[in-house]
């Protein structure tokens, strides 16, 4: 019997002694509460839940589109794997989607099967429609841990398409405003001065008329693609309001049919039915820079995410300039934003604010300007040397940053993809000659007018 005892009582400690070497946590043998988690296992949401320890390992999947000239895949990737290096725990997969409606379709098509990007680039005026859908995060939280200055620091005409109540859902990435390209040597020609660009429409006019000969157009404006972005550029130089732009702040109203915006789109199709400067009906997109830069046209107007382009391919010198005005001066900024998903990990979530971070960096806006030609999305961007040295050696590079004086947000509603293919679709058929600009915009305001709707009952 005592030995029975003396064995029971040797297996009891064996198992208390399992036991607590089974456990961890603090020297007193309590066991360590996994994150979300109470004692009693109940969940919870900690302060430091959207946070990725440097020992965790995180993979994201970063959805991006190109939209203008040159080998920016390239430059992409390079600027992912400086992310990695910096942040070795996060691997970032990116995924080049076409174009940026391309891109669109690719992110709606994961909303609705519950498997979106980690963070994407999509236009910034997408921001209505990934509202309506409840699929983007508001980035407020992570902002405020930034301290006081982080958003200081990015232009205001930036921000316009990535706020609203007070609240911001995106972060100006690939930028732009669009801006004039001239041919100084064109210029030259016809004896006009090659650092004297044309200010007002009327000098666009009288330009281009001179410019004109076979084999070369005055100007030409693309009518294919952003359409409603290249009529809202001649919309907001016709407006008396400074102010004054296509849409409501809060996206749910537009002002399509205007006296000033029916003169507006007269001046875009008179550049080619009365002046014949331009070719008629609708130039493309793409073919608008390879013109220019095959010197077919002598002018053009168009983005200036294509000026890294236009300057590693023109064989002649060329000028960059203010956008020509007749009221005011104007243009709408334009390009992509970075997002952050809803339906993703908090952990992701949190990785993709120190990519977002990291993209934006002063440092990275000016290199990523400097190999596109998009403009630096933030300030602090042009004060970096490698910034400074660039502007003193090619000054077109600050000119559509200087731009911003001027620029207003971009073209932005609630169904904004019906609203703008509203617009769209009657700017071109005044391109093809099939409409005039006074029934072309009432029939865009009456369409735009149903589609935002449910918007304002």
Not at 79 to 100: D, L, R
Not at 122 to 132: G, I, V, Y
Not at 355 to 361: D, G, H, N, Q, Y
Request: one cysteine or more; proline letters at 6%.
């Amino acid at each position: 019997m005592q030995m029975r005892s003396k064995w029971m009582l040797l297996l009891f400690m064996c198992f208390t002694l399992l036991v607590g070497c089974g456990q961890s946590g603090t020297a007193g043998g309590t066991q360590t509460p996994e994150k979300g988690t109470t004692q009693e296992g109940a969940t919870t949401a900690p302060a430091d839940n959207a946070t990725t320890s440097k020992d965790e390992n995180v993979e994201l999947t970063f959805y991006f589109p190109i939209a203008v000239g040159g080998p920016l895949t390239k430059v992409v990737e390079g600027m992912t794997a400086k992310f990695t290096a910096k942040h070795p725990n996060i691997t970032v997969k990116p995924v080049y989607t076409g174009s940026y409606a391309d891109t669109t379709t690719k992110i709606q098509a994961g909303i609705q099967a519950k498997q979106p990007p980690d963070v994407a680039v999509m236009l910034s005026t997408e921001l209505f429609s990934m509202l309506d859908t409840n699929a983007i995060l508001p980035l407020d939280d992570f902002i405020a841990k930034e301290g006081n200055g982080f958003l200081d620091d990015f232009y205001p005409a930036f921000m316009a398409n990535s706020q609203v109540e007070n609240k911001t859902y995106s972060i100006p990435f690939q930028r732009s405003t669009i801006v004039l390209y001239y041919n100084k040597d064109a210029f030259k020609e016809v004896g006009l001065n090659p650092d004297q660009p044309p200010k007002t429409w009327a000098e666009l006019t009288k330009y281009a008329t001179k410019l004109k000969k076979d084999g070369r157009q005055g100007i030409e404006v693309p009518g294919s693609g952003f359409a409603y972005w290249m009529f809202q550029l001649f919309s907001l130089q016709n407006m008396a309001d400074p102010k004054g732009n296509l849409m409501s702040q809060d996206g749910k109203k537009v002002f399509f049919d205007t006296p000033e915006n029916v003169e507006a789109l007269q001046y875009w199709q008179d550049l080619s039915k009365k002046h014949k400067v331009m070719p008629e009906g609708i130039v493309e997109w793409a073919t608008v820079p390879t013109d220019f830069l095959e010197q077919k046209t002598a002018m053009m107007i168009h983005t200036t995410g294509n000026l890294t382009n236009v300057k590693n391919n023109a064989k002649f010198d060329f000028g960059v300039a203010f956008l020509p005005m007749n009221k005011q001066y104007g243009s709408p900024t334009g390009g992509g934003n970075l997002y952050i998903f809803k339906d993703i990990d908090p952990k992701k979530q949190a990785a993709a604010w120190e990519f977002i971070k990291f993209m934006t960096e002063p440092e990275q806006a000016a290199q990523w300007s400097i190999d596109t030609g998009y403009v630096g999305v933030r300030k602090s961007a042009y004060d970096t040397d490698v910034m400074k040295k660039y502007a003193a050696e090619f000054p077109q590079a600050v000119v559509a940053r200087d731009q911003l004086e001027h620029a207003y947000a971009e073209l932005s509603t609630h169904n904004n993809g019906k609203v703008s293919k509203a617009l769209t679709d009657q700017v071109q058929a005044v391109l093809t000659g099939t409409t005039d600009p006074a029934s072309a915009l009432k029939k865009a305001q009456e369409e735009a007018e149903r589609a935002l709707k449910p918007f304002n009952k």
